[in-house]
């Protein structure tokens, strides 16, 4: 069956970096897009952008441009987001999410982000 | 960015009930709209996709509809396992954009 299985929750400092990893199975990885999706402490569902699983090309939605990467280990079907330079305002729950048509049919189970000194 | 307002923000209703949310895009968007249910500490689930097609395995008590630019999910009967967040998602243009969400509890 379809999933994606992300890492597990981090613990990080303002300034470091964090790698949150996306294994999907149960399909074939290049053709979906990955999508990356936002959600602070108590809040909504931000969308934060996608990778082209085909090309490796990465589009970053506005608020996060600079900061944010996304990559691919293809050989692995494992899409990642990178943030670096943490701060407060970067801890949420970030989820990974498989999208077929025009919406977001899989998701990750989401990894939790603290930033704390 | 399209806009995608949801109401209201909060709702509680009885087991059985009927519950309406509404989402209302803030331009065209044809059918383009999902809807989501994310219980606490999960991660959210399809319900509906294109305005109206229920997905796979959700209970025929879900529907979605729309008129013009308002799109509305509809719980026929709210059971025990309803209460969560219901989010909109409009897929017609870049970026993708949720709606604010709506708690909904049990009465």
Redesign the interface.
């Given at each position: 069956q379809i999933q994606l299985v992300q890492s597990g929750p981090e613990l990080k400092k303002p300034g470091e970096s964090v790698k949150i990893s996306c294994k999907a199975s149960g399909y074939t990885f290049t053709n979906y897009g990955m999508y990356w999706v936002k959600q602070a402490p108590g809040q909504?569902?931000?969308?934060m952008?996608w990778i082209n699983t085909e090309t490796g090309k990465p589009?970053y939605?506005?608020d996060f441009k600079g900061r944010f990467v996304f990559f691919l280990e293809t050989s692995a079907s494992t899409a990642y987001l990178q943030i670096n330079n943490l701060k407060n305002e970067d801890m949420a729950t970030y989820?990974c999410?498989r999208r077929l048509?025009?919406?977001?049919?899989y998701?990750?189970?989401?990894v939790m982000v603290t930033v704390s000194s | 960015d399209i806009q995608m307002t949801q109401s209201p923000a909060s709702l509680s209703a009885s087991l059985e009930e009927i519950v309406t949310i509404t989402c209302q895009a803030s331009q065209d968007i044809g059918n383009w709209l999902a809807w989501y249910q994310q219980k606490p500490g999960k991660s959210p689930q399809l319900l509906i996709y294109g305005a109206t097609s229920l997905a796979d395995g959700v209970p025929s008590r879900f529907s979605g509809s729309r008129s013009g630019t308002q799109y509305s999910l509809k719980i026929s009967r709210l059971q025990v396992e309803d209460p969560g967040i219901y989010y909109c998602l409009q897929g017609y243009s870049a970026p993708p954009t949720f709606g604010g969400g709506t708690k909904l509890e049990l009465k």
């Open positions: 909504g569902l931000q969308y952008g589009t939605a506005d989820f999410a048509g025009r919406q977001f049919d998701w990750g189970q989401g | -």
